[in-house]
Structures are given as C-alpha cells and as structure tokens.
C-alpha cells in the first residue's frame, strides 16, 4: 500500500510544499492508516480489504494533498523566493567559498612565504599541499554550488527554469573570478588579496576563454540535475 502514498508524495513536492512538511505529513497518515488497518481487521475484513477500507476511511488522493496545497505557510521557500533560494543564495554561498580559499592563500603566505611579495610563486614540501587545499576548494567551489542547486532542483521536483538560471549566474562568477596578490600591486584588499568577479578583460582571446571556462563549469555543475531530468522524462515517457 505504499504506492498511494508516493503518488501523494509527488504531487506535494511539485506543488511546491517544503519537503520536512511532506515527510512529517506522511508519516502521520501512514500511523494512521495503520490504525485504521487494525480496526478493520478487527472488524472481520481480511488484511487486503483492510487496507483498502482504511485507504477510503483516510480519504482520496485528492483531498489529502489539497489540505497542504492550500495552505502556503507549507511551501518551500524554493516556490515562496526562487529568485532567492537559486539568485542570491548559490552568488553568496560561492562567494564564502573563496573567501575561505583567500584566508588559506593568506596564511600560507604569511607563514611559507612571509618575504615574497606574491605568493604565486614556486614552493617545496609542506607548503604545496597547503596550497593546493586552497586551490582546490577555489576550482570546485562552483561545481560544488552548482552540485547543491541541482540536489534542491530534484529534491523539491523543481522545473528546470530556476535551477538552471542560478548554475548560469555560478558558471559566470566561477568563470570570471580573478584573484590578484601582491603586497605592491595591491595595497588593500585582505592582507594584499584582491578577487573581482563577472568582468573580463576587453581582449577577444579574454573574453573567448572566460566562455570556455563557463561552458566547462556550466556542464559539470549542472550533469546530475540534467540526468535526472533526462531519468524522469524517460519514466514518464514509459508510463
């Protein structure tokens, strides 16, 4: 008897009602239908004909999902503000990202390279692990983000206009941030440490490679929502 209650489960989570509410929503009806099962088994009724007599007792599909339809303090916040669970969201969480990724740059310098006046220089033993924990995180930070866009996209059975209008916006940032350091050249900044994001420089071979680099983040960030895209259209192609 679970497939009813999938179905319910369906239509809830396209309809927009915030997973955590799904999952205790339907827990509840399960104990409860269980409760109903167990009366009607008392009642004379074989297991079957229990379970279905409980099923019509709880009352149909249809009722059931618009009793959290209808109620909107329900909805996800990814129905209520997708401009801000797929705009703002993803830009300040990739952001956090590289600033973390600043700070291990920073303190790396301060302690391998405390003479230099750049760090992005060659380094020995210790100090290119440590970088490279840094480095790493600054180039999988917007796959990572745009990873998190698609596990929400799926979790909530989002359609793709949303989801994939935040992995645009995290392909250009990723794509376009530069990270200067130089005690010299950059005389603010976080200890010399300077990022811009969403510019390129005014050159053709600039701008050509900024779009690569957005493509290449674009298709890695966005490969698992697009192939449970792909997964579900074909389940539905097949019913």
């Known amino acids: 008897m679970a497939k009813p209650f999938n179905e319910l489960r369906e239509r809830l989570l396209r309809a927009g009602v915030a997973p955590r509410h799904v999952r205790r929503y339907l827990t509840e009806l399960a104990d409860h239908w269980t409760d109903l099962t167990g009366e009607e088994e008392r009642a004379g009724r074989s297991r079957a004909d229990a379970e279905s007599a409980a099923l019509v007792r709880l009352g149909g599909i249809d009722d059931l999902a618009r009793a959290m339809i209808e109620q909107r303090h329900f909805q996800s916040w990814c129905v209520r503000a997708p401009w801000a669970v797929f ?22 310098w301060n ?4 003479g230099t006046d750049s760090p992005f220089v060659p380094v020995g033993g210790f100090a290119i692990l440590y970088f490279d924990i840094g480095r790493l995180l600054y180039y999988s930070a917007p796959i990572l983000v745009g990873w998190g866009i698609g596990y929400v996209a799926v979790r909530q059975r989002l359609k793709a206009v949303w989801p994939m209008a935040g992995l645009v916006l995290i392909a250009w940032m990723g794509a376009t941030a530069q990270i200067q350091a130089s005690r010299t050249a950059v005389p603010g900044g976080l200890g010399h440490i300077r990022m811009n994001f969403f510019t390129l420089a005014p050159s053709s071979q600039a701008i050509s ?15 698992p929502y697009l192939l449970w895209r792909l997964k579900e259209t074909r389940s539905v192609s097949a019913d």
């Open 111 to 114: 302690i391998f390279l405390p």
């Open 87 to 108: 705009g703002l969201a993803p830009l300040f969480l990739l952001a956090g990202a590289y600033l973390v990724a600043c700070l291990i740059l920073l303190s790396g």
């Open 209 to 223: 490679e900024g779009v690569l680099r957005a493509l290449a983040i674009l298709s890695l960030s966005a490969l």
